[in-house]
């Protein structure tokens, strides 16, 4: 990636021009932020920006279930046989919805609330992390 010296040069111009201890400059994939309190130039390279992004609103009524540990998720309890649960069923709580395998052992996820599915947010045998949502039951 080569840096536009001329680009950091004038944001420096500005930042005493307009007496400013910081300024940035984005133009959807680098930006470029100057500042006169650490005389630190930082280039980073990000995803552009939607202008019409969504705001996500949270549903208090919605229950998240992440995962306690990485491993490989499986929705039923052995291949070819009927999932545990899927979207719109209704579950009680202890209820197992999937399960988590992590070192050949087989972790049971049981569903936090009584309520319905309202997402599946993994697939059968997909690598999960650490608190990554599994699941949403309203």
Do not use: C, R, W
């Not at 319905?116 to 690598?127: H, K, N, P, Q, T």
């Amino acid at each position: 990636m080569k840096i536009d010296k001329k680009l950091i040069k004038e944001l420096s111009e500005n930042l005493d021009e307009f007496n400013l201890a910081e300024i940035s400059y984005s133009n959807g994939v680098t930006t470029i932020k100057v500042s006169k309190t650490s005389n630190q130039v930082s280039v980073v390279n990000s995803s552009p920006t939607i202008a019409n992004e969504k705001k996500v609103e949270i549903d208090p009524s919605v229950q998240l279930i992440k995962s306690p540990m990485v491993g490989t998720v499986y929705l039923s309890p052995e291949p070819g046989a009927k999932p545990f649960t899927s979207i719109g069923k209704k579950v009680k709580k202890g209820e197992t919805i999937l399960i988590i395998e992590a070192m050949k052992t087989m972790n049971h996820i049981q569903a936090s609330v009584d309520g319905e599915i309202i997402e599946l947010s993994v697939s059968d045998g997909e690598a999960i992390e650490y608190d990554q949502i599994l699941a949403k039951i309203k």
